[in-house]
C-alpha cells in the first residue's frame, strides 16, 4: 500500500496532537470504536470542555468525524482523511485501549449517554 507523503508542517502539528497522552489515547480508542464526550470524561476524568477542545483540535484538522444519535454526538477517526494512514502508522505501534472501554459497560456509563 502506497503511503502518502506528508508536508513536514503538517506533520508537525500532528505529531503536537498526538504528543498529548490524553490526545494520542482518545485517537486510538476512537480508531476503533465510536465514543461521546461523556465516555471520555468517565474515562480521563477530566471537564467535559476539556474533553471538547481536545476534540476539536482533531476536527480543525478533518482527522475526526461525527455521527449525531438524538442529542448524542460520537466521535470516531476520519479514516477518509488525506492524513489517516500517518495517523495509523503511529496508533498500530501503541497497545489495544479497549479496556477501558470494557470497564465503563461494567461500570454501567459506556451505554449511560445513547
Known amino acids: 500500500m502506497p503511503y502518502l507523503t506528508v508536508d513536514i508542517e503538517k506533520a508537525a502539528v500532528i505529531l503536537k496532537l498526538l504528543g498529548d497522552k490524553t490526545r494520542l489515547t482518545m485517537m486510538k480508542l476512537m480508531d476503533n470504536h465510536a465514543c461521546c464526550v461523556c465516555e471520555f470524561v468517565e474515562i480521563f476524568q477530566i471537564s467535559q470542555p476539556a474533553i471538547s477542545q481536545h476534540l476539536r483540535k482533531f476536527k480543525d484538522l478533518g482527522l ?45 456509563n459506556r451505554i449511560s449517554c445513547c
Open 64 to 108: 475526526i468525524e461525527e455521527d449525531k444519535k438524538g442529542q448524542w454526538i460520537f466521535y470516531s477517526i476520519n479514516k477518509t482523511n488525506e492524513y489517516y494512514s500517518f495517523v495509523k502508522s503511529i496508533l498500530e505501534q501503541l497497545p489495544d485501549q479497549a479496556d477501558k472501554l470494557i470497564e465503563l459497560e461494567k461500570e454501567g
